[in-house]
């Protein structure tokens, strides 16, 4: 039955897939700074040949001097030169590698277990999946790194498992791997891992073919080269110390606490032996791998950040609890076979890039093993299938048992999809930046009457999304480029170009000492009886400025 209409199946979840991830793209959720950051850059260099702050053709950006990989970047350059610079062109990519991905899962599968139900019930997983349709929907350089690590692990596979061993699939696996480390900072730790277990899990195949072996891994460095050269850039070391897990002094304070407590004999040997900085940051790196995979962040409330999450939505629906359950216990039990070795792997170093800060769990950085767990859950939902097969013996009761599921299944993505698009915006108005569109071009109406035009800094990098929606000639800008000092987090912004200043709203001062200006702050900075000319809302129907004609 499911050989006969496989191909069908198959297009209608990939058709499934396309429409969750690329259905009102351009306006929801609203464009955050760090996509507009890439737009405007991938803008830049198209007329310009240089970035916003006007560094030549970069490997990593320098932004909000956070220094993102640039490989999206790149990809979106296309999208803006014929759509021009807008929310399409800097989510098309991303949606599109999210709809590719469906396709890829499907064919990871099928090279992994050679099962077409698998298969097709991880496709359909992935396709309708929290975690993964939430990096899809915007300009994520996670998600084609996702997308690049599979691929790699794809054509690796290919290569080893085919009867005849074709050097252009290996040589095309490490290009892609090596494409990730382009893509994502994460992805420079998690890849070379992902990399190296491969190679244990396959030793003997790869000595049986170390020629070929052998010219891919010299291929790597040459394509490294680059990359590595470009860590010689202080900043782009520094933005990974920023959020580094040795940049939480957490652990430090409490080898001080834990000493003190032994009294005199806190300067000890076997004190300091017990109580150290190896040893406790060890266990908060344990601690931070760990909840990744506890039940709240997975099934419950997902990343504590608001933009990277749903609210009351976790990264897998609770149906997942039963499928990855059973699925844990089939890849518990076939531990011997190389391509349950293989998830395995990937799920143990899949995390170690997110846990490696003080911001874990992270959704975002550790988005890679929604792969894998997706192939085990779809697992568990097959196994599930066949014990209810076995156990019911009656067609009618097992065709039943079979609908309660899916109908099951179908709620939970029945009210992520209510949750994403009705209560997202409400509950997480903050998550986004709601209003900063609808109040640019309320500016741009009336901007050449005022000599200043002073903008509230309350919200995520404003000056970005004004030079994204002003399309602000990046040539204009590039002189004007002064990035402001360094927050706790290593991120930094521009606080003035042309007549446009960024900053805390003071009102009584901004209006004495700013005259024939406009001021557009929040709420909670202009008072209700200030000569407000316009009140700016968001799509969500929140009040984000309120706007006054000085």
Request: proline fraction near 4%; aromatic fraction near 16%.
């Amino acid at each position: 039955m499911i050989k006969k209409y496989k191909n069908l199946i198959l297009v209608a979840i990939i058709v499934l897939a396309f429409v969750l991830r690329f259905w009102q793209l351009n306006n929801y959720p609203a464009l955050n700074a760090d996509e507009a950051s890439n737009g405007y850059d991938a803008y830049s260099l198209l007329l310009t040949g240089k970035d916003q702050h006007g560094n030549s053709w970069p490997i990593d950006f320098q932004s909000f001097n956070d220094y993102k990989p640039g490989l999206y970047v790149y990809l979106i350059m296309p999208f803006v030169k014929i759509l021009g610079l807008n929310e399409w062109a800097v989510r098309i990519p991303g949606a599109f590698v999210g709809v590719i991905s469906v396709y890829l899962i499907y064919l990871l599968v099928k090279e992994l277990f050679k099962r077409d139900g698998v298969a097709l019930v991880s496709a359909f997983f992935l396709s309708i999946s929290p975690w993964h349709i939430q990096f899809s929907r915007g300009g994520w350089e996670v998600n084609v790194a996702t997308f690049l690590i599979t691929a790699g692990v794809l054509f690796w596979l290919k290569y080893f498992n085919g009867n005849q061993r074709k050097l252009w699939q290996l040589i095309l696996s490490i290009i892609l791997f090596v494409l990730s480390m382009y893509c994502y900072q994460a992805t420079r730790v998690v890849t070379p891992l992902v990399g190296i277990g491969l190679v244990v899990i396959y030793w003997k195949q790869i000595w049986k073919n170390l020629s070929h072996v052998m010219t891919v891994i010299v291929l790597g460095i040459v394509l490294l080269l680059p990359l590595l050269l470009d860590f010689t850039h202080g900043g782009v070391l520094n933005r990974a110390a920023g959020v580094g897990l040795f940049a939480d002094p957490g652990p430090r304070s409490r080898v001080e606490e834990q000493r003190g407590e032994h009294g005199a004999d806190s300067n000890s040997f076997i004190v300091k032996a017990l109580h150290n900085k190896v040893v406790n940051y060890t266990l908060a790196f344990a601690e931070n791998w760990m909840s990744h995979f506890h039940g709240e962040f997975l099934f419950l409330s997902g990343d504590s950040v608001t933009r990277n999450k749903v609210p009351e939505t976790g990264e897998f629906y609770l149906t997942d609890i039963v499928f990855l359950t059973i699925g844990g216990v089939i890849i518990l039990r076939t531990l011997k076979k190389k391509e349950t070795q293989i998830l395995v792997m990937w799920i143990i170093v899949g995390p170690i890039a997110s846990a490696l800060t003080f911001q874990a769990p992270s959704a975002l950085r550790a988005e890679n093993i929604v792969i894998p767990l997706v192939i085990i859950s779809a697992q568990g939902a097959i196994g599930l299938g066949i014990y209810l097969y076995k156990l019911l013996q009656n067609k009618i009761l097992f065709k039943i048992s079979i609908l309660f599921i899916f109908a099951l299944v179908i709620w939970g993505f029945a009210r992520y999809e209510q949750m994403y698009w009705n209560h997202m915006s409400k509950e997480y108005p903050y998550s986004s930046q709601y209003g900063v569109k609808e109040l640019v071009s309320y500016i741009e109406q009336s901007q050449d009457k005022y000599s200043k035009i002073l903008v509230t800094d309350r919200y995520d990098q404003p000056y970005i999304l004004f030079l994204f929606y002003m399309k602000y000639p990046p040539a204009k800008f590039q002189p004007q480029s002064t990035l402001g000092p360094k927050d706790q987090y290593g991120f930094s912004t521009v606080n003035h170009f042309d007549k446009y200043y960024f900053a805390s709203i003071d009102f009584e001062k901004a209006k004495t000492e700013n005259p024939n200006s406009l001021i557009a702050g929040t709420a909670d900075e202009i008072p209700k009886e200030a000569n407000i000319v316009k009140d700016v809302y968001g799509t969500n129907g929140f009040l984000y400025f309120r706007v006054v004609a000085n």
